[in-house]
C-alpha cells in the first residue's frame, strides 16, 4: 500500500516562493505517474504538475508553466514542487498524488485533467498553500 505525505505548505506574500515535499512509502517496483494537484474552496481539484517516475517527461498546467518545477528524488522516494512567482489565486490545498502509468499516462504525458482524477489510486492529505496580495 502507497502512503504519501506531503509538508511545505505555508503562507507567503505574492512573488514568494514554497517548496512542497512529499514522502513515499510502501512503493513497489512498479513504475508511477506522479503529481501535484490543488483545490481552492468552492472549486474543483484541478491538476498541477505530473511526472513519470521513471523520470521524464513532465507536464504542466499552463497557469504554472514557468513558475512551478515539478521534480523527484528517486532514491528517497520525495517528489517536489518548487513554486516561485506564487499568485493570490494559487492559493489552495495541494496533495500530491500516484497511479500506475498504465492507467495514468495519456499520450505519452501523466494526465493533468480533472477527468483522469480516478486513475490517481493514492493520495496524500494535503498541505494548505495561502498567498496574499
Known amino acids: 500500500q502507497v502512503q504519501l505525505v506531503e509538508s511545505g505548505g505555508g503562507s507567503v506574500q505574492a512573488g514568494g516562493t514554497l517548496r512542497l515535499s512529499c514522502a513515499a512509502s510502501?512503493?513497489?517496483?512498479?513504475?508511477?505517474?506522479l503529481g501535484w494537484f490543488r483545490q481552492a474552496p468552492g472549486k474543483d481539484r484541478e491538476g498541477v504538475a505530473t511526472?513519470?517516475?521513471?523520470?521524464?517527461?513532465?507536464n504542466y498546467a499552463d497557469s504554472v508553466k514557468g513558475r512551478f518545477t515539478i521534480s523527484q528524488d528517486h532514491a528517497k522516494k520525495i517528489l517536489y514542487l518548487e513554486m516561485n512567482s506564487l499568485k493570490p489565486d494559487d492559493t489552495a490545498t495541494y496533495y500530491c498524488?500516484?497511479?500506475?502509468?498504465?492507467?495514468?499516462?495519456?499520450?505519452?504525458?501523466?494526465?493533468?485533467?480533472?477527468?483522469?482524477?480516478?486513475?490517481?489510486?493514492?493520495w496524500g492529505q494535503g498541505t494548505q498553500v495561502t498567498v496574499s496580495s
Open positions: 498524488a500516484a497511479g500506475l502509468v498504465q492507467e495514468t499516462l495519456i499520450n505519452g504525458l501523466c494526465a493533468l485533467d480533472p477527468s483522469y482524477l480516478s486513475t490517481y489510486n493514492y
Open positions: 510502501g512503493y513497489t517496483y512498479r513504475r508511477y505517474c
Open positions: 511526472i513519470d517516475s521513471a523520470g521524464m517527461p513532465t
